[in-house]
C-alpha cells in the first residue's frame, strides 16, 4: 500500500515550457486535490475532484489545469510555466466523508 | 469561514507534554476542527478532528472548549520527530471539501 506517490519529485524548467504532474493514490479515495506551498507559507488549494471525471477550482486555479481520467490519478498541468509557479507542489486523496487528507511526498518545481 | 489563530511558535521539552493552542472564536455549530502537523519538507499529515467533545488517538488529544471558541492539541510526551508546523483547521461550511492552510505554528521539540 503506497498511500499518495508524486511524478516527478524535482524539476526544472524554463519560463514557458510545459509540463505535466501525476498523482497516483492506491486507497480507493474519491476526492483529490492539489496544493501548492511557497517558501515559508502554508498550503494553497490549486484544483480538486470530488470523482472520476470531475475537477473544480480551488483558490489559486490560474495558470494551471488537471484531469482525472482514472479515479486513482489526478494530473496536474502547466502549459507555460512562469517563475511565479516556483513551489513545492503537494497532491492529496481522501473519501469526502471527512476532511482527513493524505498527502503525497510533493514536487519541488523550479521555473527560470 | 470560520477563521483561526495559533502562535506562530512554541517549544518544548522532550518528553513533556506540548500544548499548541488554537482560537476560532467565530466557527459557526456544524464546523468541525482539524488538526495537521507538516515536518520539514514532507507532506502535511493528518492528526486528529472533533466537533464538540474532547478526542484522543494513537497521536494526540484534542480538548475543546464548551464554547467551541478554542481548542487545544495535546501531544502527551513530545519527541524530537514531533518537531513540526502544527495546523489547526475548521472545515470551511460552503466550500465543498476543501482545507485552508493558514500560518500554523511551530513547535520546536528540544532535548
Known amino acids: 500500500n503506497a498511500g499518495v506517490t508524486q511524478t516527478p519529485k524535482f524539476r526544472v524548467l524554463k519560463t514557458g515550457q510545459s509540463m505535466t504532474l501525476l498523482c497516483a493514490q492506491d486507497?480507493?479515495?474519491?476526492?483529490m486535490y492539489w496544493y501548492r506551498q511557497d517558501p515559508g507559507m502554508g498550503l494553497r488549494l490549486i484544483h480538486y475532484?470530488?470523482?472520476?471525471?470531475?475537477?473544480a477550482k480551488g483558490e489559486v486555479p490560474d495558470g494551471y489545469n488537471v484531469s482525472r481520467l482514472k479515479k486513482q490519478n489526478f494530473l496536474l498541468g502547466l502549459e507555460s510555466a512562469a517563475p511565479s509557479q516556483t513551489s513545492v507542489y503537494f497532491c492529496?486523496?481522501?473519501?469526502?466523508?471527512?476532511?482527513?487528507?493524505?498527502f503525497g511526498p510533493g514536487t519541488r518545481l523550479t521555473v527560470t | 469561514d470560520a477563521k483561526t489563530t495559533q502562535p506562530t511558535s512554541m517549544d518544548c521539552a522532550e518528553g513533556r507534554a506540548a500544548n499548541l493552542p488554537c482560537n476560532h472564536s467565530?466557527?459557526?455549530?456544524?464546523?468541525?476542527v482539524y488538526w495537521y502537523r507538516q515536518i520539514h519538507s514532507q507532506g502535511p499529515q493528518y492528526i486528529i478532528h472533533?466537533?464538540?467533545n474532547n478526542e484522543t488517538n494513537e497521536m494526540a488529544s484534542l480538548i475543546i472548549t464548551e464554547d467551541r471558541k478554542s481548542s487545544t492539541l495535546i501531544l502527551p510526551h513530545a519527541t524530537l520527530r514531533d518537531t513540526a508546523v502544527y495546523y489547526c483547521i475548521v472545515r470551511p461550511d460552503n466550500a465543498g471539501n476543501m482545507l485552508t492552510f493558514g500560518g500554523g505554528t511551530r513547535l520546536m521539540v528540544k532535548p
Open positions: 472533533g466537533l464538540k
Open positions: 475532484s470530488v470523482g472520476e471525471g470531475t475537477t
Open positions: 492529496a486523496s481522501g473519501s469526502g466523508v471527512t476532511y482527513e487528507q493524505y
Open positions: 467565530t466557527i459557526s455549530g456544524n464546523e468541525y
Open positions: 486507497m480507493n479515495h474519491e476526492y
